[in-house]
């Protein structure tokens, strides 16, 4: 029999329920049979001591269920902590982890001791990790508003829930940027575009009442729109590359905006190009579509009286 047959045979039982094998403190025998694998391609050594399939070898769930088999006590943060829970496209070079022991240090791993209170802690298909809540705060030195952006759009968080996880972790590097980008995101944006978007909109003069991710019923379905002036029958779009660019996106939004057009709404779309790098352009244009809306709709509102 192959020594690649034996082992295949053998090591099995020696996995826990992830597939994770924990040779520290096991028999000689047992540690071989290991090392027999390893050799033969089958396993690969994750952490000192720890060593997963080589076939799921560089798969983020494997990678933290074996840093979790190595410190049962660490907390995965950061962007392991969103790709496994809520944001799965995130991508994941290094595995980050809060521990309360020294863990050996290893290649795609690194370990910090901040602390996190149990009430930002949870557990998720049997990983410890960072509350959704508390992981966009981790994530904002790197990813900015983005973070935040994604949490809101994907329901992972409320605009509450941050600002909550804000004051119980007080005295943190880089409190002042998250305090601002929270109060930058009252109203709530989905994306980076729509984040500039909202931020020109409440420049708009003369100032307008104006809902984000308004939600509007046609025959298309179910929408939601990312600026709407409701009284007007005014949507603006912020159309980002992420999800206005393929075919389907391109096809599924003229087909809303022409059934949206069948109830009376009318929708205007700006690039995150042009949102970006030309706001004061954006915002003129948008002020004049509203003077046009109120013109041909008869809304006009008496002096020194905000849009409704």
């Known amino acids: ?3 690649r047959a034996t082992s ?4 099995h039982e020696l996995a826990g329920p992830t597939g994770v094998i924990d040779t520290r403190g096991r028999p000689a025998k047992e540690r071989q049979r290991v090392a027999r694998a390893a050799r033969s391609g089958l396993l690969v050594r994750a952490l000192p001591g720890i060593w997963v399939p080589a076939t ?74 960072t509350s959704p809540a508390r992981t966009v705060l981790d994530l904002i030195p790197e990813l ?16 509450a829930q941050l600002w909550q996880a ?6 943190r590097r880089h409190n002042n940027r998250r305090a601002w980008l929270l109060r930058d995101s009252r109203d709530e944006p989905w994306s980076e575009a729509e984040r500039a978007l909202h931020s020109l909109m409440r420049d708009v003069r003369p100032r307008c009442r104006f809902r984000t991710n308004h939600r509007v019923t046609s025959a298309a379905g179910v929408a939601f729109l990312d600026v709407a002036i409701a009284s007007l029958h005014l949507g ?28 009376g709404w009318h929708v205007v779309r700006f690039s995150a190009r042009q949102l970006f790098n030309a706001p004061v352009e954006v915002r003129t244009r948008i002020e004049s579509i ?16 905000a849009v409704p």
Not at 58 to 86: C, K, Q, Y
Not at 89 to 116: C, I, M, N, W
Not at 166 to 171: A, C, K
Not at 290 to 305: F, K, M, T
């Open 236 to 263: 603006v779009e912020a159309d980002g590359r992420a999800f206005h660019t393929s075919p389907a996106s391109f096809e599924r939004d003229r087909d809303r905006d022409t059934a949206l057009a069948a109830e």
């Open 290 to 305: 509203i003077r046009h809306r109120r013109r041909v709709s008869g809304a006009l509102p008496r002096r020194g009286q």
């Open 56 to 129: 799921h070898a560089t798969d983020p769930a494997m990678r933290a269920a074996a840093l979790l088999t190595a410190a049962p006590n660490a907390v995965l943060t950061g962007r392991i902590a969103a790709a496994l829970s809520w944001w799965p496209e995130l991508p994941v070079s290094v595995v980050t982890a809060s521990r309360h022991a020294d863990v050996a240090r290893a290649v795609g791993y690194r370990f910090h001791r901040q602390k996190v209170i149990p009430g930002h802690v949870i557990e998720w298909r049997g990983l410890r990790m």
């Open 144 to 159: 900015g508003g983005h973070a935040i952006d994604e949490a809101l759009r994907r329901r992972a968080a409320t605009l």
């Open 166 to 171: 804000l004051r119980e972790s007080p005295g």
């Open 1 to 3: 029999m192959s020594i």
């Open 8 to 11: 295949l045979e053998n090591i």
